[in-house]
């Protein structure tokens, strides 16, 4: 056990091991005060909602009281931290944990976990490997030889400790798999990465997750199995995502290419290799072909009725019934492998067979859900199509996840800590809203600001005399493109201009290239290169201007003089256009609530702070933040905007 002096105060006050290996660290009342009640939440089991803003350290500040709970309560499961990202996850991995290894006085573990399919299973890899001609062509076939000599010196055996991106459906052929596991009746038991992983996991003190894979985790433990290992501590880092993620993770999404997925991993044409071909009897390959067949033309009926409703953001199913004859004859599948499964005595054979009937009897059972209403179920589904650039996706969403929250997460009997640098949506130190979406009743609250004096770092600019982006939209379009011009060639460039639509940032990209290029002033636009590629190049060319919507607004970091110039064109409203919006906000009225003031202006103030926040990313940053909406003057929501920022009480915004 660990010895009573080992505190956070301890651990982060001036004399303490963070100090003594940091030489410019520096105590911030506002990291201990967050660690001390992330340590207390923990000690007294109590649900905390936590924000923390930008520069109070708040990775180190959970992560010490995580570890120190941990190390204190072995033995009764890990204290799980889930991150938004992959890449967060990334983060904490390689830099912030071994740096606490490092310096804390005591023992523990962390182990960072991904989901199975990462893991390359041996009995599946060997098998693919007998297959002669598994993969007809040659470059698969390679990839295929170059797994299998890769394999006996992996350490981890992850597909990202590969030195090739394999094409999916190489790495499809020898992943681990969900019901497609010997176990310990496997001869590759004990070599197994997946099985070593999940030991690793089942004894982590400190397990790392990233919320798609915990929130897919909740989806199984609802459904009566799991993945992680029980715990009793989650510590959720950017928490304004919860409920997005939940709402993803227990929703359902079905593409033509969904379907296509599932039957080309069972047969080919003209191929006399696949599963079907070698063990299934011929009207398992008539039964192929219809499916196939009614696949194609399902989705183009759905591609149909979707264009006859105006794409848009997607066309609500509301209480219709989808037809679909799909179904019937997937099961028809499913049954014709799992009796070949029977009837085949090679193990491996079948494995692969009923694990693909499962696969199959899964998506017969989404596919029901998402064309047969059940107004009965204990969360209803809101069901929409959508438009791809491949077609119409069939989707469905519960209308509400704090019901499932409420029961499967918060009084599931885990102590959750929430945090993140947003997560209040104005001077609310209760976080009604978040509370409210999430189903979370009872917890402790607290806000600490950030330490940056954001008075003295930040001009914040209101362009005032412009027209009204929703009653005049071309001319505000074209104000927009000259003042943003003015604004960043009087920067010298180091400029992020956040728009709220893909339409906008083309127009803006487009008027501006010529002007600033003239100037010697790059314009880096998202979606012309990956984000990351783009991020770099923006830190590398300090004087250049990036553009972007939606995932710029946060999560980006670009300090020092490459980002002294921040322009928001628009208050980030989102489109009340899509299905799942509407069927929320209607559910609203009809409860008698106002969807704007309890949905939309909340959602849109958060997104708007963090929008704000990429500015000043590091103590010594400054620079100038130009608000091109005059809604924030004219409409009476719109002080609401300006009072979430973090200036001091009074402050007051120049205006031009
Ligand atoms: S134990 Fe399971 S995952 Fe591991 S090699 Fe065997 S079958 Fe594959």
Same mark, same amino acid.
């Given at each position: 056990m660990t010895d009573e002096a080992f505190d956070v105060r301890t651990l982060l006050g001036p004399d303490g091991p963070i100090a003594r290996r940091l030489p410019d660290f520096e105590v911030r009342p506002q990291q201990l005060a967050f660690s001390e009640a992330v340590a207390d939440s923990l000690q007294h089991g109590r649900h905390l909602i936590a924000e923390a803003g930008t520069g109070t350290g708040k990775s180190f500040a959970y992560l010490l009281p995580a570890a120190l709970h941990a190390e204190q309560h072995q033995g009764q499961g890990p204290v799980v931290i889930s991150t938004r990202t992959i890449a967060l996850q990334e983060q904490l991995e390689h830099k912030d944990l071994p740096f606490l290894h490092a310096v804390l006085p005591f023992e523990w573990s962390s182990v960072t976990a991904i989901g199975r399919n990462n893991y390359l299973c041996l009995r599946r890899m060997h098998q693919a490997e007998r297959e002669?001609? *598994?993969?007809?062509d040659p470059e698969r076939h390679s990839q295929l030889r170059r797994i299998v000599e890769w394999s006996l010196s992996t350490n981890d055996g992850t597909r990202q400790d590969l030195e090739f991106p394999p094409r999916p459906e190489v790495w499809e052929a020898v992943q681990a798999e969900h019901g497609n596991c010997l176990n310990r009746a496997c001869k590759h038991f004990n070599q197994c990465h997946w099985q070593r992983a999940r030991r690793r996991m089942q004894t982590a003190q400190v397990l790392v997750v990233n919320h798609a894979l915990y929130f897919a985790d909740l989806a199984l433990r609802i459904a009566g199995a799991s993945y992680l290992p029980a715990h009793r501590v989650v510590i959720f880092d950017e928490a304004h995502h919860l409920a997005r993620t939940a709402t993803e993770s227990l929703g359902l999404r079905i593409a033509r290419s969904s379907v296509g997925w599932h039957l080309s991993r069972i047969h080919k044409r003209?191929?006399?290799?696949s599963l079907l071909a070698k063990y299934a009897s011929p009207a398992g390959l008539l039964l192929w072909e219809e499916a196939h067949l009614l696949n194609e033309a399902f989705f183009d009926t759905l591609h149909e009725r979707l264009r006859a409703g105006g794409t848009g953001e997607g066309v609500a199913l509301h209480d219709q019934d989808v037809d679909e004859g799909l179904s019937p004859v997937l099961r028809a599948l499913s049954n014709e492998l799992a009796t070949a499964a029977m009837r085949t005595e090679q193990v491996d054979a079948q494995m692969e067979l009923q694990a693909r009937a499962n696969g199959l009897d899964s998506l017969c059972a989404m596919l029901r859900a998402l064309c047969i209403p059940n107004p009965a179920a204990e969360t209803p589904l809101v069901r929409w199509l959508e438009p791809s650039r491949k077609g119409a996706i069939l989707c469905g969403a519960p209308l509400d996840v704090s019901a499932t929250l409420r029961q499967h997460l918060f009084e599931g009997g885990a102590t959750t800590v929430l945090t993140s640098a947003t997560l209040a949506t104005g001077n609310d130190d209760k976080f009604s809203w978040l509370r409210g979406q999430l189903g979370l009743d009872n917890a402790s609250t607290l806000r600490v600001g950030s330490p940056f004096d954001y008075d003295r770092a930040v001009e914040f600019v209101i362009e005032e005399a412009m027209p009204d982006p929703a009653r005049e939209a071309p001319s505000y379009r074209r104000e927009v493109a000259e003042r943003t011009e003015r604004h960043v060639l009087d920067n010298g460039g180091r400029a992020l201009i956040l728009c709220t639509s893909w339409d906008f940032v083309r127009y803006l990209a487009q008027q501006l290239r010529a002007p600033l290029n003239a100037a010697g002033i790059e314009v880096l636009v998202q979606g012309e290169a990956p984000l990351s590629r783009l991020l770099e190049q923006k830190r590398e060319l300090e004087t250049s201007v990036l553009i972007g919507t939606d995932s710029l607004w946060e999560g980006i970091d670009v300090r020092g003089e490459a980002l002294t110039l921040l322009v928001v064109t628009k208050l980030p409203f989102a489109s009340p256009g899509h299905p799942l919006t509407q069927a929320r906000m209607k559910a609203m009225k009809e409860r008698g609530e106002d969807p704007f003031a309890g949905h939309s202006l909340p959602e849109a103030i958060l997104k708007f702070r963090q929008g704000f926040g990429? *500015?000043?990313?590091?103590?010594a940053d400054q620079g100038k933040v130009v608000l091109m909406d005059p809604r924030v003057r004219t409409k009476g929501y719109g002080r609401k905007f300006v009072a979430a920022l973090p200036f001091s009480d009074g402050y007051q915004p120049e205006s031009c």
């Open positions: 002669q001609n *598994l993969f007809e003209r191929s006399e290799k990429r *500015l000043i990313r590091g103590g």
